[in-house]
């Protein structure tokens, strides 16, 4: 773990930080804003602004949701910010599921 972490994760245990993510978890009324599910245990405030400096900068660039989610939309940022396409193609994906599987 290198100095920022460190810093990161000391953040992460203070006051401030659990009142933040307490406030945000309210304003969301509990719900996971990707998939409108109920946040569950583990949920997490995922940081919009990548920048690892800016880790203690509470404002609007946070969103709640649970860990799947947070995952999944980390996992799709990495392919999205270079190639838009992933988001057509996984459409289209779930389409032809939803095709297949309607038939039985
Ligand atoms: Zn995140």
Same mark, same amino acid.
């Given at each position: 773990?290198?100095?920022?972490?460190?810093?990161?994760?000391?953040?992460?245990?203070?006051?401030?930080?659990?009142?933040?993510?307490?406030?945000?978890?309210?304003?969301?009324?509990?719900?996971?804003?990707? %998939?409108?599910?109920?946040?569950? =245990? +583990?949920?997490?405030?995922?940081?919009?602004?990548?920048? /690892?400096?800016?880790?203690? $900068?509470?404002?609007?660039?946070?969103?709640?949701?649970?860990?799947?989610?947070?995952?999944?939309?980390?996992?799709?940022? %990495?392919?999205?910010?270079?190639? =838009? +396409?992933?988001?057509?193609?996984?459409?289209?994906?779930? /389409?032809?599921?939803?095709? $297949?599987?309607?038939?039985?």
């Amino acid at each position: 773990m290198n100095e920022k972490q460190r810093q990161k994760r000391n953040f992460r245990n203070s006051k401030k930080w659990k009142k933040f993510k307490a406030d945000k978890r309210k304003e969301c009324k509990g719900i996971d804003a990707i %998939t409108l599910k109920p946040l569950r =245990k +583990g949920w997490n405030l995922h940081h919009e602004d990548l920048n /690892e400096g800016h880790y203690n $900068i509470l404002n609007d660039n946070f969103l709640p949701c649970n860990n799947l989610t947070h995952k999944m939309i980390h996992w799709l940022w %990495t392919y999205w910010r270079n190639d =838009k +396409g992933i988001i057509d193609r996984l459409k289209n994906e779930m /389409e032809k599921m939803e095709k $297949i599987n309607k038939q039985e």
